[in-house]
């Protein structure tokens, strides 16, 4: 199990990465090196084989040129003898035979069994170095270029006489003037003895003739009657070099061919070697290279994957642990952490980061439960603060009805003054009226007495009412101000969690990629606590707006207030001014004679009663609307007070995702 374990690959795994690229490592190198050491033993071998060859040629060449050379000098010292020259002129028997004998030393030379042939100058053989018959050989070439003065060497020649094939060296025999040629000697020489040079020296190696016939092969014996075999295309045979080296595919593998031409005969002498015969050996030292190679490779993929298995097998831990974060749970690893690399660091900071996180989730858990209570609380005191103001716009609602009555009374207190001094002007007309316009008169009085007693009592009511109003404008005020401060308390709840969700950032982001996931997450409470600190900001901005117009509702109640107590002293005084009128129409009427004097004070203090009923009209007129104005405040205090709640329903609503949210962290 644990070898299936070790030698377990996955296919984009970073182990299987990890030990290709090992064996990439150690592969590459081995490949290139096998590749520059074949290609630069083969290129030497190559060269080296190339100048052995044109070296072996060359040896080759220097033997047949040495033969060709030797064969000359003894035939033109032969030629050059006065025996040769007289008996080509005289032809005695004694001539012949002393001849024959230095023949025979001559050949003996060259321990062959080749024949010198000594012929007259018109092509017909005069003395043979052995008892053959003798033939004509004027139409030969070789006896053509030497009977013109020419020593040459002949092309193939396929001798009449023994059926050999041969090659023969032809000198020309000078009389004694050193001029006239009168005889050619030449000798011949069988092929077959080159093929024993060639295969002795050489692997393969061959002579072709000036015509690119083939003359002698290191491999085989060529018989007269074979097909010659024609090499006059051949590049040794159309090139202008005297010596190179080249590589032929006339036989189908790439073949090495080193060719001398002989400067005595024109024959080439030619040395081939194939190719893979040369790159063998390379080849044979190239695979003992890669054997080792191959095995250096195993040992290396058996290194390599302890090495992976040491790599991959801590980040699949950390691996494993970040699974069950993602999951919502905290797990320690409890491996590897006593190694002094760079792997026992992760996993320490790994543990560590979990850690700092298990507690930072604590915190956060903590403090959305705080958050929840405090939106609870924020919620329960909206819908209080939402009553109390239902119950300032009922009363503000009263107050507003009792001015309007009030301002009703004043119009009717007015219509009645008005009937007063119309009576008492009547009064100054007609005296016999008097009796009767003094008992409306006292009636009049007597009913606009109390109708501004009545009206004074209203007054009061609604003095009683503002006050009331301004008291609980009072402890509205004090409620916007219980939640100024717990919204600032939620505002550093906010700040502590944007603190805490900075730090969790902070953490996951030195954890790198294992911190990830958590970054996302942090990323989203600390935009929750962005929500909490703008709704609270929301909140307070409307908190200080209920505030301000709350100070203007209470500064327009005092307002309210002072008018009443004007009004009600210019009710005291009125009504004191009434009660004085009844006084004087009760002497009016005991005493008739002293009310046309009294007339006119009347008309007097009527139209001061007329002044002050104008008075008190305006005021009533105004305390209506600065009750519809404070009637217009409480209802934006209600819809202030309803948004509130609206705002503080929302951060429960966030309170409570947030600890939905939490509560994936186990």
Known sequence: MKSKQFFSFKKNSVKTKLIAIMLLIAAVPLIVSVVISYVSSTSKAKADAQKSLSTETNMLQSQFNETILNTETALKSFAASPSTINFIKNGDAASAAELKQVMARVNGCFSDENVIVLSNINGMMILRSDDNKFIDISDREYFKKAASGEVNVSEIVVSASSGDRNLCVAVPVYDTDDKTVIGVVHRSYNLNNFHTMLAENAEEAFIVDPTGILAAHSDYEIKADDEPTDYSKSPYMTSDLDNDVYISTVTGSPTYVAYFKDPLSNYTICNAVAVSEITSQARKSAYTVVIVGIIMLAVVMVISVEMANSFTKPILEVDNTLSALAEG??????????????????????????????????????????????????????????????????????????????????????????????????????????????????????????????????????????????????????????????????????????????????????????????????????????????????????????????????????????????????????????????????????????????????????????????????????????????????????????????????????????????????
């Open 329 to 666: 749970r905290f797990i320690n690893i409890l491996k590897y952490n006593d190694r002094n690399d760079e792997f026992g660091d992760m996993i320490r900071n790994s543990n560590s980061v979990i850690n700092k996180l298990s507690d930072i989730i604590g915190h956060i858990k903590a403090s959305s439960s705080t958050v929840s209570d405090s939106s609870d609380e924020l919620s329960s005191m909206a819908t209080q603060i939402a009553a109390t103001t239902e119950t300032v716009a009922e009363a503000v609602q009263d107050i507003a009805a009792g001015a309007s009555d009030q301002a009703e009374s004043v119009q009717k207190s007015a219509e009645n003054t008005g009937h007063i001094t119309d009576a008492i002007e009547n009064v100054q007309d007609s005296t016999n009226d008097l009796s009767d316009l003094a008992s409306r008169m006292k009636d009049a009085s007597e009913e606009s007495s109390s109708t501004l007693f009545a009206f004074q009592e209203s007054s009061k009511a609604m003095t009683d009412k503002i006050t009331e109003i301004t008291a609980k404008i009072s402890a509205t005020q004090d409620a916007v101000a219980d939640i100024n401060e717990r919204v600032v308390g939620i505002s550093g709840i906010a700040a502590q969690t944007n603190l805490l969700s900075l730090n969790a950032s902070i953490e996951a982001a030195r954890a790198g990629d294992a911190g990830r996931g958590f970054a996302v997450v942090a990323e989203e409470i600390r935009k929750l606590a962005d929500d909490s600190e703008a709704l609270a900001q929301e909140i307070k901005e409307v908190m200080t707006t209920l505030l301000n117009e709350s100070s203007e509702a209470v500064e327009a109640a005092n307002e309210i207030i002072e008018s009443n107590n004007e009004q009600q002293q210019s009710l005291a005084e009125t009504l004191s001014a009434v009660q004085g009128m009844l006084t004087d129409i009760e002497e009016t009427v005991s005493s008739v004679a002293s009310i046309s004097q009294e007339t006119d004070r009347c008309v007097a203090s009527n139209h001061e009663v007329s002044d002050a009923m104008s008075s008190l009209s305006a005021i009533s007129e105004e305390n209506a609307a600065a009750t519809e104005t404070t009637g217009a405040s409480v209802e934006e205090l209600s819809a202030t007070v309803t948004s509130l709640a609206e705002s503080a329903n929302d951060l429960k609503n966030i309170a409570v995702k947030l600890n939905e949210e939490m509560e994936f962290f186990q």
